[in-house]
């Protein structure tokens, strides 16, 4: 057999054995309800939204045709770019061709070797790949644990030429909160920089001190990503982030699409409320995300969970390490603003059953 093949099967043993072999889950059967998906304003199959896609499509092309820097620019761009820096509140911002672009892009052209990354133990995976790819030296503070952050930046601080903190406003696969005011004031105290990832946060409330990162990709129901601060940092990165200076520009539907989808989830908050409450509804303990965790332990005993959930008409998916911490494998429970009351009260008789 060729190596390659022997290789890449001996690998898919190994994974299959430690439980973490992943397969595609394919389509969902219609009639599933999905507590799955990042969609939570449902706008990814709004008819404004999809009709704005087609509009753009028809009037700039199915792709960009060349990175930005070259000649893949086009006005809606730039129209969106406008749209986030006013709704997130910064001077300025800049859309790259997905969220985990964005944080491979945004870390390395602003930190390196010499200089230090604070990063909370539950971060998302595209900043840690940022961090690695940067080269800066990366410590780790207990999940939104600020006397531990304190600590750090008054131990190592001094050794580093810059430093950035990385956190998340609303935990990814936890719900939770970061106490970003705190956080923000630490890092304004020791000169640290901070950027805050905003995927999963549903309103556009930010730091002022904080550099922002979002997705076009969940409660914006299109694709893409995005940086927003100060207009001299959004200049900077225009020639130094890699991620968006060698690829190609976002197609013109999925810009089309994500200006529609800001501009209906500022007019019709009510979306955001609903998934909000529907959490509320579930888990019965009031947080401002529509993410709720419910933590089983194994991987198996995950699995076993979703499937039964699945026999009865309900999408919830097992998330497993490396996407959480080992032994804390989980349904991760997602609200959207389509979810009908019935809905979460017939998954919870099923949870307990
Ligand atoms: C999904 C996600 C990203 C990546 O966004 P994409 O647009 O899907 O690449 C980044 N950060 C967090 C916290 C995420 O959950």
Not at 60 to 76: F, K, Q, W
Not at 179 to 199: G, K, Q
Not at 234 to 239: E, F, G, H, K, N
Request: proline content about 4%.
């Amino acid at each position: 057999m060729p190596s390659l093949e022997a290789y890449s099967l001996e690998q898919i043993k190994k994974l299959e054995q430690s439980g973490r072999l992943r397969r595609l889950p394919g389509a969902l059967p219609a009639g599933m309800v999905s507590f799955g998906s990042n969609d939570y304003l449902g706008l990814s199959q709004h008819p404004a939204v999809i009709a704005a896609a087609q509009a753009a499509a028809g009037q700039y092309g199915a792709g960009a045709g060349a990175s930005r820097l070259v000649c893949g620019d086009y006005p809606l761009l730039s129209q969106l770019e406008a749209k986030l820096a006013e709704a997130y509140g910064a001077e300025s911002a800049m859309v790259f061709g997905s969220g985990y672009l964005t944080s491979i892009g945004v870390i390395p052209a602003l930190v390196g070797k010499g200089d230090l990354i604070l990063a909370d133990k539950l971060i998302h995976a595209c900043m840690l790949d940022g961090a690695a790819l940067s080269n800066a030296k990366l410590k780790r503070f207990r999940h939104n644990d600020v006397a531990h952050l304190k600590s750090l930046l008054a131990e190592h601080r001094p050794q580093y030429r810059q430093v950035l903190v990385l956190t998340e406003s609303i935990f990814s696969m936890d719900g939770d909160a970061a106490p970003e005011a705190e956080i923000a004031a630490l890092c304004t105290a020791h000169d640290a920089w901070l950027l805050v990832d905003r995927a999963h946060q549903l309103d556009t409330r930010a730091t002022k001190t904080a550099i922002t990162m979002g997705t076009l990709s969940k409660a914006y129901g299109s694709y893409g990503g995005f940086v927003a601060g100060s207009a001299a940092l959004v200049q900077y990165l225009r020639t130094a982030a890699r991620s968006a200076m060698f690829t190609t520009a976002l197609p013109p539907a999925a810009v089309g699409a994500a200006l529609k989808a800001l501009e209906i989830a500022k007019a019709e908050a009510w979306r955001a409320e609903k998934a909000i409450e529907n959490a509320y509804c579930f888990s019965n303990k009031f947080q401002n995300s529509s993410i709720v965790p419910h933590v089983v332990g194994s991987n198996e005993a995950a699995l076993a969970l979703s499937a039964k959930l699945r026999k009865a008409g309900f999408f919830v998916p097992a998330i497993r390490p490396p996407t959480v911490p080992e032994g804390t494998a989980r349904l991760r429970f997602s609200f959207t603003a389509l979810q009908e009351m019935h809905h979460i009260k017939e998954v919870i008789a099923c949870l307990k059953s």
